[in-house]
């Protein structure tokens, strides 16, 4: 089981299963999310594209982009639609491969695959077929898929870095990706994740946009572009909504991508590339928009000391003897450690509690004390165990004091009526 921040995977999926099998019995009851034919005009799907496909699917479209834009599916194509609800972009697949080619619609609502498969009685079409599964665990063979297209789907999936591993293994060599979803700006304090529902309603599990492009390309896809992007909750017809989503910069994106041909000799590149990636600045400004430095600087103390000493250990074995200048190396590990206890004094103001800066200052304390007065192996065990307790103390009081910050902002914006 996956938890994610105190709630579990399978209370998040049935959070989402609940509402878009709400949508399916009746798309009319009214969402905090675009519902039906208005939304799609809204993210720009054709009206003659539209007038072409069932009623039924149009009028329970709960898509947040038009990923055709990217026009990568071709006649006799094989398709996946991930997230295929009551079927408008499935619809849609299956009109552009034809009747050489195939569409597998992937959904987990079992109210909006019924559906669906209603339509497709109804209209006589026989080159889709419904599967009911998660993104996260897709029963379709390896190298089985030349497009897959998602819309609004990948926000509401916990595990979205399996998910994209599972999209990337069942797509053919030179495949292509279509889709449209929703990315933030910033980052979702802790405490805003608190509520399944509000995963079901796109806003809290979005990803940074960087980070969310990224997660692509560490997962092997190439040409991963964006190709626009669309205000998406500004047509939310809750004001609470359009509120939460404006504080995130919350957006709809359409991205292409592809993999690649498997090819030789570029993992050093791509090593060096996602490096450099990981060094930009707007991840920097994450690390410190969620208090991390302490964490940060705690890793970087234990890897100095213990790391070091595993990896003397690991050359003396091989017969290989390096003399490091000892002053200099206590030194560097106390100033690591030295660092937690400034970066929990600066997450301080956040919350509001002294123990976290009062434990890492001991910590430090400890860890100089065996680096420069008289060296203990207890003590230097004991000064990381108090250093580690403190971030871990840190970054508990930062989710409680975000979780309390969220319940008040979400209670502030219900007061704003809706227009």
């Known amino acids: 089981m996956v938890a994610i921040l105190g ?41 003659e594209e539209l007038d072409r496909l069932p009623q039924a699917a149009v009028d329970r479209f709960a898509g947040v982009g038009y990923p055709f834009l990217a ?6 194509d094989t398709v996946l639609d991930v997230g295929s609800g009551s079927g408008t972009d499935t619809l849609l697949a299956s009109r552009l491969v034809g009747k050489a080619g195939r569409v597998y619609a992937l959904d987990i609502t079992t109210h909006m695959l019924a559906r669906l498969q209603a339509t497709l ?19 379709l063979p390896d190298n089985s898929v030349d497009v897959m297209t998602s819309n609004g789907v990948l ?52 990803s940074v946009d960087e980070d969310y492009l990224e997660l692509f390309r560490e ?42 041909r498997e090819a030789a000799g570029t993992a050093g590149l791509e090593r060096l590339g996602w ?30 000391c213990y790391g070091v000493i595993a990896f003397l250990a690991l050359l003396s074995v091989i017969g290989v003897s390096i003399a490091l200048p000892e002053g200099a190396w206590a030194a560097i590990i106390f100033a690591a450690a030295a660092l937690v206890a400034i970066a929990t004094g600066f997450n301080l103001p956040r919350h509001g509690r002294p123990w976290p800066l009062v434990a890492t200052a001991l910590g430090a304390a400890l860890i100089g004390y065996i680096a420069f007065v008289s060296y203990s192996p207890l003590v230097e065990a004991l000064g990381f165990i108090v250093l580690i307790g403190g971030v871990t103390l840190d970054l508990y009081e930062i989710y409680r004091a975000e979780c309390t910050s969220a319940r008040i902002e979400t209670a502030a914006a219900r007061t704003v009526p809706e227009r």
């Not at 009685?121 to 029963?139: F, K, L, M, Q, R």
């Not at 870095?161 to 797509?171: D, M, P």
Request: hydrophobic share 40%.
């Open 121 to 139: 009685g109804e209209a006589g079409i026989g080159n889709v077929e419904t599967i009911e599964a998660d993104a996260e665990h897709i029963p």
């Open 71 to 76: 026009g990568v599916i071709r006649s006799g």
């Open 275 to 304: 490096l450099a990636r990981r060094m930009h600045p707007r991840r920097l400004k994450a690390i410190t928009g969620r208090g991390l430095w302490g964490a940060v600087a705690a890793v970087a103390a234990i890897v100095a």
């Open 219 to 260: 997962t092997g896809f190439v040409d991963v572009e964006v190709l626009g992007e669309f205000d998406y909750f500004s047509t939310s017809p809750s004001a609470d909504t359009r509120h939460i989503a404006s504080g995130l910069g919350a957006r709809s994106v359409t991205v292409v991508m592809r993999r690649p």
């Open 155 to 206: 926000n509401l999936v916990p595990d979205k870095r399996k998910a994209c591993a599972e999209i990337f293994r069942v797509l053919k060599p030179e495949g292509r990706v279509q889709l449209s979803d929703i990315v933030i700006t910033r980052p979702v304090p802790l405490g805003g994740r608190s509520d399944p529902k509000l995963w079901a309603e796109c806003v809290v599990g979005a």
């Open 7 to 47: 709630f579990s995977k399978e209370q998040i999926t049935e959070a989402v299963r609940a509402m878009y099998g709400s949508v399916a019995d009746d798309p009319n009851q009214g969402f905090h999310f675009p519902v039906g034919r208005p939304a799609a005009l809204a993210v720009s799907y054709p009206e």
